[in-house]
């Protein structure tokens, strides 16, 4: 089901000229991933699907993420998202704060 959705994101990228799209929003991240904790993030691209979670959560999302690469990340998620980031990527501008996003322009080789 997951990887449906993906599916269809990728579709929408395509539309609006974006290699990716980080996902914060943890609702957004059940929906596209099937993660159901606390703590994670995933990115969406035509060549990359990957879900980043904290120590806390790997075995979950073990079971709960099949459809993508499952990262473990350090305290800092959106910092370890950022060394992964390339191209342009997309973010849910409703869920990202301006400081959030300064760092994250900061962050991206």
Not at 30 to 49: H, K, M
Not at 54 to 78: C, I, M, N, T, W
């Amino acid at each position: 089901m997951s990887a449906a959705r993906a599916d269809r994101l990728v579709e929408r990228l395509h539309e609006r000229e974006l290699d990716s799209l980080l996902v914060t929003n943890l609702v957004n991240v059940r929906y596209l991933s099937g993660f159901t904790g606390t703590n994670g993030l995933c990115v969406v691209g035509p060549e990359q699907r990957f879900f980043l979670t904290d120590f806390r959560y790997v075995e979950r999302a073990q079971s709960e993420v099949p459809d993508f690469e499952r990262l473990r990340g350090k305290q800092d998620l959106l910092g370890d998202a950022a060394t992964r980031l390339s191209g342009r990527v997309g973010f849910e501008d409703q869920h990202m704060s301006v400081r959030q996003h300064e760092r994250l322009l900061g962050l991206v080789p």
